[in-house]
Every structure is written in C-alpha cells, then in structure tokens.
C-alpha cells in the first residue's frame, strides 16, 4: 500500500483525469486514486461532491481477468465511496473489441496506474493476443512474451498524447541486453520522467520475489537537451522483509 500510495501521488492525478489500470488485481491503485482524488476536493474544491461523484463513476476504470478478485475489487470501491461500476472482467491484454465499456480503447486516459505480473515466468502465447502487439508477434514473430512486456505495449496505447503511466517493472527490463529492444520501444514512445529503485523484499508479501523499479513515462514527448530523469534509490518503504514496520523514505522521494 505504500507503494501504491506513493505511485499515485507521483502522477498527481486530478478529478478530470480519465485513469485506468488495465491490471487492476484487488483495486488498489483505483482506491488510492479516489482516495487522492477526494484530499484533493476537500483541499481545493471545497467538498464539491458532485465532481468527486462524476470521478468515481465515470473517470476511473480498471480491467481484472480473475472473476473472483474482479468481484473483489469492486466490493472494495462500494465500501470506500463507489466507483466499482467501471472494473471490467476482462483481460488486460485483449482485442480492445471484447470489452464491455467501449470507453477502454487506444489514446484515451491520461493516467495508467499498474502492477503487472512481475514473475519473469508469466508468459502470453496465444497468438490472438501477441500479433496485436509490436512487442508480441505483430513485426517479429514470437511463441511467448512475458506479460509484463506485453502490459507496458498495452498502458502507453491507452494514453493520450501527454498522458501519464506509472507501472512497476522487473530489473530486468531496465537493463538486461537481451531486453534492450523493449527499452527502445519505450523511448520511442515517450520520455520516462522517473524511475525509483526500491528493495528486493519490496514484493515478497505479494507473492514476488523480483527485484523491482517503479517507472513514470510520459507519452510521445520529445525529449530536448535540458530534459533529465529523475533517479531514486531507496531501502526503507516502510516495511521491511518480515512485513513489519519500518522506516518509510517514499515521502522524501515524492518530496
């Protein structure tokens, strides 16, 4: 959660963003955004609940394809404020088509907000779904691609020009040569404002034990000679590998 937490204030999300998390699990980046979202209404707009209400029913979107955990996940928005309407049972990787709420499609939200599978065994080898994808088999044909690959293709397709996507991503993306060419198409795609080392231990409680880095990319901005990206290293994110309490450096982070 304090992860998720940080993720969202690093976006620093607004009541008009349309958001998505096309790998929404149990809900939290959604919670966490209508949880931002009503702080910052109170804080600037006065308590105008009526535009806290137009964000939760209709500005935040998330696709889980586990029906059990989908239903879930919207029992947990009913509880803290509504917005579970828009959670679609669905894969977060398939045919924009097969969705229910034609509102997901290509080049519409501002903000992506997701945790994809980190597992480096989480494969996709249904080609239905890789020759939709550059990174699948859409230019070079491939038997597999790890998912979270395939889920980076995915989050910047559903931002608009200038949209936001906050995604945690395996090491190994970052820097295995093997993978050089998915840290091409991003930087193709647009300019990575951040990326924020935490510790190993970070996903243990979730069932992950991956090195990872939460990555911050702003869609098809052309990066110039004053551009830079902000680069965070930290051990402390307020719990540590048993899952007790522990000091919490991601506010300094955000700072």
């Given at each position: 959660?304090?992860?998720?937490?940080?993720?969202?204030?690093?976006?620093?999300?607004?009541?008009?963003?349309?958001?998505?998390?096309?790998?929404?699990?149990?809900?939290?980046?959604?919670?966490?955004?209508?949880?931002?979202?009503?702080?910052?209404?109170?804080g600037s707009?006065?308590?105008?609940?009526?535009?806290?209400?137009?964000?939760?029913?209709?500005?935040?979107?998330?696709?889980?394809?586990?029906?059990?955990?989908?239903?879930?996940?919207?029992?947990?928005?009913?509880?803290?404020?509504?917005?579970?309407?828009?959670?679609?049972?669905?894969?977060?990787?398939?045919?924009?088509?097969?969705?229910?709420?034609?509102?997901?499609?290509?080049?519409?939200?501002?903000?992506?907000?997701?945790?994809?599978?980190?597992?480096?065994?989480?494969?996709?080898?249904?080609?239905?779904?890789?020759?939709?994808?550059?990174?699948?088999?859409?230019?070079?044909?491939?038997?597999?691609?790890?998912?979270?690959?395939?889920?980076?293709?995915?989050?910047?397709?559903?931002?608009?020009?200038?949209?936001?996507?906050?995604?945690?991503?395996?090491?190994?993306?970052?820097k295995n040569s093997t993978?050089?060419?998915?840290?091409?198409?991003?930087?193709?795609?647009?300019?990575?404002?951040?990326?924020?080392?935490?510790?190993?231990?970070?996903?243990?409680?979730?069932?992950?034990?991956?090195?990872?880095?939460?990555?911050?990319?702003?869609?098809?901005?052309?990066?110039?000679?004053?551009?830079?990206?902000?680069?965070?290293?930290?051990?402390?994110?307020?719990?540590?590998?048993?899952?007790?309490?522990?000091?919490?450096?991601?506010?300094?982070?955000?700072?």
């Open positions: 959660r304090e992860i998720v937490d940080f993720m969202v204030r690093m976006v620093k999300l607004n009541v008009n963003d349309l958001v998505i998390d096309p790998a929404c699990g149990s809900g939290g980046f959604l919670l966490y955004s209508l949880n931002y979202v009503r702080e910052e209404i109170q707009y006065g308590g105008d609940t009526a535009a806290l209400f137009e964000f939760a029913n209709y500005r935040l979107y998330g696709i889980e394809k586990n029906e059990r955990i989908a239903r879930a996940a919207m029992m947990d928005m009913i509880v803290h404020g509504d917005g579970h309407s828009n959670i679609e049972h669905g894969d977060g990787l398939q045919a924009y088509e097969l969705y229910d709420r034609k509102i997901i499609s290509k080049n519409k939200f501002n903000i992506t907000l997701t945790n994809p599978p980190l597992s480096t065994k989480s494969y996709e080898t249904n080609q239905n779904i890789l020759k939709h994808f550059e990174l699948g088999s859409k230019i070079k044909h491939r038997l597999k691609q790890r998912l979270s690959i395939l889920f980076i293709e995915r989050c910047l397709e559903l931002l608009k020009s200038k949209g936001k996507l906050g995604i945690v991503l395996d090491d190994g993306i970052l993978l050089r060419y998915v840290r091409e198409f991003i930087l193709g795609k647009g300019k990575v404002m951040a990326i924020v080392s935490v510790p190993k231990h970070t996903f243990i409680p979730s069932g992950a034990d991956v090195k990872a880095s939460l990555v911050f990319i702003e869609k098809y901005v052309k990066p110039s000679k004053n551009d830079y990206v902000f680069m965070a290293s930290i051990d402390h994110i307020g719990f540590d590998s048993t899952g007790r309490s522990d000091r919490n450096d991601l506010p300094i982070v955000l700072e």
